[in-house]
């Protein structure tokens, strides 16, 4: 099992619409968790950051997290063609700030 | 501010030779990181550096991985000798500080390697 599993997609939505990506992890010590965006050829870049249950809204983009089901979401509300890229989750288990990404789920939004 | 620096951008070398990717991080991060990031994967960290020492090299294949900070500002990371499996973007990261768990972590621009 991964240590942090997304589904790699595509994921194709409209314009408009709403694009709901996942993200499960497996330890359950896992303090913090982020998503990072990375257009085709760049590197990844910092979108949201949660570290309580519930929800963390940032303009069109909200994560969710449950601790209890590890499981972290992020919702891109109102999706334009310059949100198409990967979104990587990200896990921090706690103590001297190590990353475990997941392989991203690559976005494509068709106008 | 500026971000973090990576040179080369690019590096194509032929397998069994060796390669070195430097790093500067933004002014006054304590905390370098340097990642792999093979083709439709996601990074995978091969060593923490906070200031000068090493927090974390357990994923470095040490027999031919290493990597160095200078003075706690720059950084190397070197191959040698390289393998066709080496092929992959090397990014470096940076933070603040490396306790607690909240930190964010700014990304330089990557080397791609190419191992032929």
């Known amino acids: 099992q991964k240590e942090v599993e997304q589904n790699s997609g595509p994921l194709s939505v409209p314009e408009g619409a709403i694009a709901s990506l996942n993200c499960t992890y497996s330890?359950?010590?896992?303090?913090?968790f982020f998503w990072y965006r990375q257009y085709s050829g760049k590197s990844p870049e910092l979108i949201m950051s949660?570290?309580?249950?519930g929800d963390k809204e940032d303009g069109r983009f909200t994560a969710q997290l449950n601790k209890a089901s590890q499981y972290v979401s992020l919702l891109i509300r109102d999706s334009q063609p310059s949100d198409s890229a990967t979104y990587l989750c990200?896990?921090?288990?706690?103590?001297?700030?190590?990353?475990?990404f997941g392989a991203g789920t690559r976005l494509a939004v068709h106008p | 501010e500026a971000g973090v620096a990576q040179s080369p951008r690019y590096k194509i070398i032929e397998k069994r030779q060796s390669v070195a990717f430097w790093c500067n991080p933004i002014?006054?991060?304590?905390?370098l990181y340097w990642y792999q990031q093979i083709l439709g994967q996601g990074p995978k960290l091969l060593i923490q550096f906070q200031n000068n020492g090493v927090v974390d090299d357990s994923q470095l294949p040490k027999d031919r991985f290493s990597a160095e900070r200078l003075k706690g500002v720059d950084s190397t990371l070197k191959i040698q000798p390289a393998k066709l499996e080496d092929s992959a973007v090397y990014l470096c990261?940076?933070?603040?500080?490396?306790?607690?768990?909240?930190?964010?972590?700014?990304f330089g621009p990557g080397t791609r390697l190419l191992v032929l």
């Open positions: 990200a896990v921090n288990r706690g103590g001297y700030n190590k990353l475990i």
């Open positions: 330890d359950r010590g896992s303090q913090s």
């Open positions: 990261a940076s933070s603040p500080r490396t306790s607690g768990d909240q930190e964010t972590q700014y």
């Open positions: 949660i570290y309580s249950n």
């Open positions: 002014s006054g991060h304590a905390t």
